[in-house]
T-cell receptor, first 109, second 115 residues
Framework: DAKTTQPPSMDCAEGRAANLPCNHS???????VYWYRQIHSQGPQYIIH???NNETNEMASLIITEDRKSSTLILPHATLRDTAVYYC??????????FGAGTTVTVRA | EPEVTQTPSHQVTQMGQEVILRCVPI?????FYWYRQILGQKVEFLVS????????KSEIFDDQFSVERPDGSNFTLKIRSTKLEDSAMYFC?????????????FGSGTQLSVL
C-alpha cells in the first residue's frame, strides 16, 4: 500500500469548515483513497473514499488532486462531535486496511 | 443503520487464561476482520477471514490466536494463553465488497485487560 503523510494535529472552530490534508505521492492507479475516523475509544468509522474524482456524502467531501498525489477531506461545518483522529488510507482491495497515526482534530467551541 | 456487535465490552482475565472475544458481523457481509489497539498506539490489523478460512494474518497473529465462525452469525477471536502484552482494545469489522472498493464497519470493541 502507498504510504500517506498527515499532520499530527489540527484545531478547528465549531461551525467552520475543517480541511484535513493528506499526501500520498506514491499512490498507484488501482489504489483508492479512504478516510476513516476514530472518536475516542470507539471503533474506526468509515467516512468517504475516492479514486480520481471528488466525492461528497452526508459526512464530508473529498478533494483529490488531478495527479492523485494528495487529497483533502473537508468537514463542512465542524461540530464538537467531530473531534476525533482522522485517518487517510490508500489501498487496493488486494491488501488489508492499515491505519497510521492519523490527524488528531480538535473542534473548539 | 446495521452495526457490528461485540461482546463483552470489557474482559478481565489472568495471565495464561484463555479468552474468547465475540462478534456478530452485519448479516449480509462476507469478509470479517479483527484489529487491536494497545492504549495510545495505532490500530493494528490481526487477521482477515473469508469463506470460512483465514485470508491474511499479521505477525501479531501467532499460534496463540485463532478465529472461528462457528454458526454462520458469530465470529470469534480466541487467545489460547493470554499474556500481559495482549491487553488492548480488540475491534471486529466486517465488509461486503461493493464493486471495486471495500467499506469496513467496525464494532465498538472489547477492552481486554490481562492481569
Amino acid at each position: 500500500d502507498a504510504k500517506t503523510t498527515q499532520p499530527p494535529s489540527m484545531d478547528c472552530a465549531e461551525g467552520r469548515a475543517a480541511n484535513l490534508p493528506c499526501n500520498h505521492s506514491t499512490i498507484s492507479g488501482n489504489e483508492y483513497v479512504y478516510w476513516y475516523r476514530q472518536i475516542h475509544s470507539q471503533g474506526p468509522q468509515y467516512i468517504i473514499h475516492g479514486l480520481k474524482n471528488n466525492e461528497t456524502n452526508e459526512m464530508a467531501s473529498l478533494i483529490i488532486t488531478e495527479d492523485r498525489k494528495s487529497s483533502t477531506l473537508i468537514l463542512p461545518h465542524a461540530t464538537l462531535r467531530d473531534t476525533a483522529v482522522y485517518y487517510c488510507i490508500v489501498r487496493s482491495n488486494d491488501y488489508k486496511l492499515s491505519f497510521g497515526a492519523g490527524t488528531t482534530v480538535t473542534v473548539r467551541a | 443503520e446495521p452495526e457490528v456487535t461485540q461482546t463483552p465490552s470489557h474482559q478481565v482475565t489472568q495471565m495464561g487464561q484463555e479468552v474468547i472475544l465475540r462478534c456478530v458481523p452485519i448479516s449480509n457481509h462476507l469478509y470479517f476482520y479483527w484489529y487491536r489497539q494497545i492504549l495510545g498506539q495505532k490500530v493494528e490489523f490481526l487477521v482477515s477471514f473469508y469463506n470460512n478460512e483465514i485470508s491474511e494474518k499479521s505477525e501479531i497473529f501467532d499460534d496463540q490466536f485463532s478465529v472461528e465462525r462457528p454458526d454462520g452469525s458469530n465470529f470469534t477471536l480466541k487467545i489460547r494463553s493470554t499474556k500481559l502484552e495482549d491487553s488492548a482494545m480488540y475491534f471486529c469489522a466486517s465488509s461486503e465488497l461493493e464493486g471495486a472498493y471495500e467499506k469496513l464497519f467496525f464494532g465498538s470493541g472489547t477492552q481486554l485487560s490481562v492481569l
